[in-house]
């Protein structure tokens, strides 16, 4: 595999700055995202995204940190419509949510209502001001060319980053998808892959394919992973 410049020499550290450090799972309980918030700031993870319900509790646990606390809005499947998505964006910015990562609405979207998931991202986007916007395609469900007008809708609303998935639907993160986003977007927007990313050859395959932030909930995993390979290679 051909490490590109951005992860050559890569220490531990860097590697961290590219996660999102997840606690969404349906079952997750306040335990878990204490641990998770522990986890992010021992060792510097980018993000901890968690629902509107727990993102008091993140902002307050990340406190001193630079460790940004990360809101959603429209989690699972995005059907909630505008003003649910609306109140859960103004639910997690009220409570002190540095990020939002919403999800489109896929029934506008499979449906060709793309005036519908404007709409909803610009909602969004304007409870946001100030904040990151992460933007979910959940692309397992898209076309490819769905996925392309997904990303310009996104980005013409005012998203900061087009992201692949929630990890909740049937399919996660592909390079195939990360590439086609980043082609689409170019330098107006970054890429986010979620969904399924367990290991660290799986992070570099999206990085080589375009993405700049990586969304799991196996953080610890994948920079012990880097970590036992880099004891290797010494050895």
């Known amino acids: 595999m051909v490490i590109p410049f951005a992860l ?58 630079d460790v940004a606390a990360g809101g959603t809005a429209g989690v699972s499947m995005g059907h909630s419509g505008l003003k649910a998505k609306r109140a859960e964006a103004e639910t997690c910015v009220r409570a002190g949510a540095a990020e939002i990562d919403m999800v489109i ?41 769905e996925k392309v007008k997904a990303c310009e809708t996104a980005v013409g609303a005012g998203a900061d980053f087009v992201k692949t998935s929630t990890g909740f639907g049937p399919g996660g993160a592909t390079s195939h998808d990360v590439a086609l986003m980043k082609r689409t977007v170019g330098d107006a927007a970054q890429v986010k892959a979620a969904g399924g990313i367990r290991t ?14 990586i969304g799991t909930s196996a953080g610890v995993a994948i920079i012990k992973d880097f970590q036992q390979r880099e004891r290797h290679r010494g050895n």
């Open 200 to 213: 660290y050859e799986h992070v570099v395959e999206m990085v080589q394919a375009g993405a700049s932030r």
């Open 105 to 145: 609405n896929l029934i506008a979207a499979k449906s060709g209502k793309w005036t519908d998931v404007r709409d909803e991202i610009a909602a969004v986007r304007k409870v946001a001001e100030g904040r990151l916007l992460k933007v979910i395609l959940e692309c397992c469900y898209l076309t490819d060319d």
């Open 8 to 65: 050559t020499g890569l220490t531990a550290e860097a590697l961290a700055k590219y996660i999102d450090h997840t606690v969404l799972r349906p079952d997750h309980t306040v335990g878990d995202v204490e641990r998770a918030c522990e986890e992010a700031i021992g060792y510097g993870f980018a993000a901890v995204v968690a629902s509107p319900y727990d993102v008091g509790r993140v902002v307050k646990l990340l406190a001193g940190s």
